[in-house]
């Protein structure tokens, strides 16, 4: 079982950053895939970025590509995602998902791939 919690989100300007942190219980947290979705309102929550458990593979939706960033310290049991140049429409709600993956070197990008889910933190950007 994983429990896991964002913080990290807010109001920002067009153009400014903001980093995301999603921070795990449980002790096997090394052996999870990590991914970041988002979900804007009357929408479908959407992918966004995700990193295997060493954090040696990492893969983006075109549309964030360039501009954030997702890593992982297994030793914080944490994942982040650095978002720069942000834009009006990366409004949304952010969740991190976990997917147990042992120690194989895979990453997923489908909301049905993953076990585990927090609750969401909401990012803002205004024009």
């Known amino acids: 079982q994983v429990q896991l919690v964002e913080s990290g989100g807010g109001l920002v300007q067009a153009g400014g950053s903001l980093r995301l942190s999603c921070a795990a219980s449980?002790?096997?947290?090394?052996?999870?895939?990590m991914g970041w979705f988002r979900q804007a309102p009357g929408k479908e929550r959407e992918f966004v970025a995700a990193i295997s458990w060493s954090g040696r593979s990492t893969y983006y939706a075109d549309s964030v590509k360039g501009r954030f960033t997702i890593s992982r310290d297994n030793a914080k049991n944490t994942v982040y995602l650095q978002m720069n140049s942000l834009k009006p429409e990366d409004t949304a709600v952010y969740y991190c998902a976990a997917k147990f993956t042992y120690f194989s070197e895979t990453y997923y990008y489908t909301v049905g791939a993953y076990d585990y889910w927090g609750q969401g933190t909401q990012v803002t950007v205004s024009s």
């Open positions: 449980g002790r096997s947290f090394s052996t999870y895939a």
